[in-house]
């Protein structure tokens, strides 16, 4: 099992930046990848970045590239979202999930708000 613990959430205006942060604990060991999704009112959740546990290998949908950077802190099992050149359509709820492998994420945390305003 693993459990996951996001904070830094909040309300920015359009433009602006926030960063996420994602501590995990308990199988740390096997984790292959950890990522952050959004799920936005009315929408499915989506993909939004992932980063290797053990690699430096990082992925992000088309929508955030060049503005948002995935991170991790191995000493802290964190994971980072820094998210710069905020836009209202990034409002959402953004989770963090964590898989042992390629297949699909099993271990997910509470979300934590992200409102961007106009």
């Known amino acids: 099992q693993v459990q996951l613990v996001e904070s830094g959430g909040g309300v920015v205006q359009a433009g602006g930046s926030l960063r996420l942060s994602c501590t995990a604990s308990?199988?740390?060991?096997?984790?292959?990848?950890m990522g952050w999704f959004r799920q936005a009112p009315g929408k499915e959740r989506e993909f939004v970045a992932a980063i290797r546990w053990s690699a430096p290998r990082t992925y992000y949908a088309e929508s955030v590239k060049g503005r948002f950077t995935i991170s991790r802190d191995d000493a802290k099992k964190t994971v980072y979202l820094q998210m710069n050149s905020l836009k209202p359509e990034d409002t959402a709820v953004y989770y963090c999930?964590?898989?042992?492998?390629?297949?699909?994420?099993?271990?997910w945390g509470q979300g934590t708000q992200v409102t961007v305003s106009s």
């Open positions: 999930a964590a898989r042992f492998n390629r297949s699909d994420y099993n271990y």
């Open positions: 308990g199988r740390t060991f096997s984790i292959y990848t």
